[in-house]
């Protein structure tokens, strides 16, 4: 079996393919091209959620704030 690797570029692609997918089956999906421009775009914004900075929660002072 071949070892995948498993970069952030690996994770974007395969949220990419899985976005396509779901786009492609989708009922309103008539007017959706998937083109190089689409491929390309899609796969920077993926890049970009799979690199974000992890949000951090905010400090707990043992209150709730409801």
């Given at each position: 079996?071949?070892e ?56 707990s ?6």
């Amino acid at each position: 079996m071949t070892e995948l690797p498993q970069g952030a570029e690996s994770v974007a692609y395969a949220l990419m393919k899985d976005i396509a997918l779901a786009e492609a089956s989708a009922p309103n999906a008539r007017g959706v091209t998937q083109d190089r421009k689409w491929i390309l775009d899609t796969f920077a914004e993926c890049l970009k959620c799979v690199r974000a900075e992890p949000v951090k929660a905010a400090p707990s002072h043992g209150r709730s704030s409801f």
